[in-house]
């Protein structure tokens, strides 16, 4: 396994309690990243700086480009569609099923243009969360359930695995996907195995099959190859790293969000990027998200 420290840049001081979902958008050229605990959606343009947030009706954890030029976002009770140019939201559906204590945390689209998403217990204990596909308006279950904070998913290029989190159970688990469905989840790595006290957070998979995560109190974001084995480890200055994205022209900047939650006012001293949306070039390119289809 390789260890690097890379050239780190700090692209924008959101704040974040906890940052979230970064989704590169390729139609418009930004990124745009979520803050749950404060209830932001925000966009930043890396070709000029420029940034905002639009203020979310509930905690957001993530918000995914759709075919329609808005964005479809995952709210703690539903989903909605944003406008990005009124900078309103406006709630498509309910989560059939879904306990009023859970919300909705991390999310991804597959090349049949599908959501795949997860609930989590919002207060992190009960074992209240599971996995579902929104597929052109339809919401089923679909993947593992029975998880106190689900992340990810994340699909590879091609469409033919998806892997799940659980983060309290510092696990990573992948299956077989189609156009037909998902099949049954299998152990892709233990992340404790490597990282005894870190949280694998939010995955995403690079354009050569290898599956990356954030570890939130860990300091490092973490690459493993298709067969599970840790390959690079990427160390960061903040503590609580909770997802990447692929991004830029050529895909080969990565962005990080990070969070400040769950840390103490000596360590956010010690920590001035927390919260920080982050950026360092990548060793390898990523994979633009296939735009949600929504109908």
């Known amino acids: 396994m390789a260890v690097i420290v890379p050239e780190v840049r700090r692209l924008l001081d959101a704040e974040s309690l906890l940052g979230e979902g970064p989704c590169w958008d390729a139609a418009r050229g930004v990124l745009w990243f979520v803050d749950i605990k404060r209830h932001r959606l925000w966009h930043y343009d890396p070709a000029t700086g420029s940034n905002s947030f639009a203020e979310a009706p509930g905690q957001i954890g993530w918000a995914l480009p759709a075919e329609d030029g808005r964005l479809l976002c995952g709210l703690k009770d539903g989903l909605y569609l944003f406008d990005p140019e009124a900078r ?62 689900t992340n990810g998913p994340a699909v590879n290029a091609d469409g033919s695995k998806i892997y799940f989190t659980d983060t309290v159970g510092q696990r990573i688990l992948v299956a ?16 404790k195995a490597h990282f005894a006290d870190a949280y694998p957070d939010g995955p995403v998979v690079d354009a050569e099959g290898h599956v990356w995560t954030g570890l939130y109190n860990g300091w490092h974001l973490a690459r493993f190859a298709p067969d599970g084995e840790l390959t690079l480890s990427v160390k960061l200055p903040a503590q609580n790293l909770t997802k990447l994205a692929f991004g830029g022209k050529d895909l080969r900047t990565i962005f990080v969000t990070t969070a400040q939650k769950g840390l103490s006012a000596e360590q956010l001293a010690a920590q001035p990027r927390a919260g920080s949306l982050l950026a360092f070039d990548a060793p390898v390119a990523g994979v633009a998200p296939p735009p949600v289809k929504l109908a």
């Open 88 to 149: 309103t939201f406006e709630k498509l559906a309910a989560v059939p099923g879904e306990p009023a204590h859970n919300r909705l945390n991390d999310a991804c689209t597959d090349p049949w243009g599908r959501v795949w998403f997860g609930s989590m217990d919002d207060a992190e204990n009960a074992a209240s969360g599971r996995f579902y596909v929104f597929d052109r308006g339809r919401i089923v279950p679909a993947g593992p359930s029975a998880i106190s904070i």
């Open 176 to 191: 077989d996907l189609g156009p037909e469905g998902v099949g049954e989840a299998r152990l892709f790595v233990d992340v």
